[in-house]
């Protein structure tokens, strides 16, 4: 496979061709479908004072990633071939006091991949797999099985935030999906009126989160019919209805009856164009 690489204590990167890794027996092989470069990638690209005291060449750099899981260890349990995953960069040992208290951001085995181990800019990557479960389910199709699904898949002291309207009642074993695991289960129906549209425009002014890969089809009025039929398919996750066919840009919505909270605004907006 292709990797860029480190080659020796020296500034510049390398692309070279090396062999595939083969995972260890608590490890799974990931193809990398795209991994970003952070700052730390640069540190060690300049090989500056940082880079020189903490990297020990050759390596595989990169540490921000996602990828589909093409090969298993024999001990991997949870995760099956087919997964699209993302990892934690940090690699403790899960038998430290301070992994065994909480604290695994304190292990002194800590591995950083791209940094004390062969990284993702490359076609494949091995991401240590501990068999947890998530931390926290978000439920919002309202799908029966998507509902069940959320309480089997959450962690033992794991949360489950229902928002979601299924059509029918759902049954679920409520000794050993909520009880035996301790799950906390909150039920959401609606939310901080005005309050959210500021978290929202933040979030999307500030390019936190991008939602355009949300959007299915942008569709004219007219194909309404069509909207509706891909979403009964579940072919689609958002449909966007565009009535005067405007043109596909980005718009921030402020409320009507919304005024800023710092007072800023001299006027109410009903619509604020990126």
């Not at 090396?18 to 470069?37: F, H, I, K, N």
């Not at 298993?72 to 208290?101: F, I, K, M, Q, W």
């Not at 292990?107 to 947890?132: K, S």
Request: with cysteine; proline share 5%; hydrophobic share 45%.
């Amino acid at each position: 496979m292709w990797a860029v690489r480190k080659r020796g204590p020296a500034p510049g990167l390398a692309l070279e061709e090396v062999s595939v890794p083969a995972p260890a027996d608590d490890e799974v092989l990931v193809e990398v479908e795209a991994a970003s470069v952070c700052g730390t990638d640069l540190h060690i690209f300049r090989w500056d004072a940082w880079a020189r005291h903490r990297v020990s060449p050759p390596l595989t750099l990169g540490h921000e990633f996602a990828g589909t899981v093409v090969a298993l260890g024999r001990n991997v349990r949870h995760v099956a071939e087919g997964d699209y995953v993302s990892a934690e960069s940090h690699v403790t040992c899960g038998a430290c006091y301070h992994c065994r208290t909480g604290r695994a951001h304190m292990c002194e085995q800590t591995q950083i991949l791209g940094v004390d181990r062969n990284g993702a800019f490359a076609q494949y990557v091995v991401e240590h797999n501990e068999g947890e479960h998530p931390d926290v389910v978000f439920e919002m199709s309202g799908a029966r099985e998507a509902i069940v699904d959320a309480f089997r898949i959450a962690r033992n002291g794991g949360r489950v935030i229902l928002f979601g309207i299924p059509a029918q009642p759902v049954e679920l074993d409520v000794a050993e999906e909520l009880i035996f695991k301790n799950l906390n289960v909150s039920a959401v129906s609606g939310r901080e009126v005005f309050a959210t549209w500021y978290k929202t425009r933040w979030l999307l002014e500030h390019g936190v989160v991008d939602l355009r890969p949300l959007i299915t089809e942008q569709l004219g009025l007219t194909e309404f019919d069509r909207a509706f039929a891909l979403l009964e398919s579940g072919e689609a996750c958002k449909i966007v209805l565009r009535p005067n066919g405007a043109p596909n840009e980005a718009l921030i919505a402020t409320p009507v009856g919304a005024v800023e909270a710092d007072g800023n605004l001299s006027r109410l907006e009903r619509w604020a164009h990126r």
